[in-house]
């Protein structure tokens, strides 16, 4: 893979942070200045996965983004907010950073090349 597509991917990774910032944002805000930092989040993530979709095969890419928000999500509420443990979860989100993995050891450089025009 050539160094112009792991920047998109790094777009995908980046807005998958900035997603995980606004999940938790929804459910955590209290007053103007966290929801304002809730909205500029949706914001930023949604901008980079659009701009990251150019030259990435969207489904691919939109799958990378919400298993990466999904798990980091779930990972930041157990480690900050004290959402209980539980094995199962911890394997699960396992699972599923493999199958966002997997997508992407799968799409090849042509793939996203062809789909991204």
Known sequence: MDKSMNRYW???VVAGMFEIGWVIGL???HNALSW???AIAIIVSMY???LSTRKLPAGTA???FTGLGTAGTVLFEMLVFG???RLAKLLLILLLVCGVAGLKLVTTTEQAAKEGD
């Open 27 to 29: 459910k955590h805000s």
């Open 48 to 50: 980079l996965l659009v």
């Open 83 to 85: 959402e209980p443990f």
């Open 62 to 64: 939109y799958a990378v």
């Open 36 to 38: 304002t930092a809730t």
């Open 10 to 12: 790094m777009q995908v």
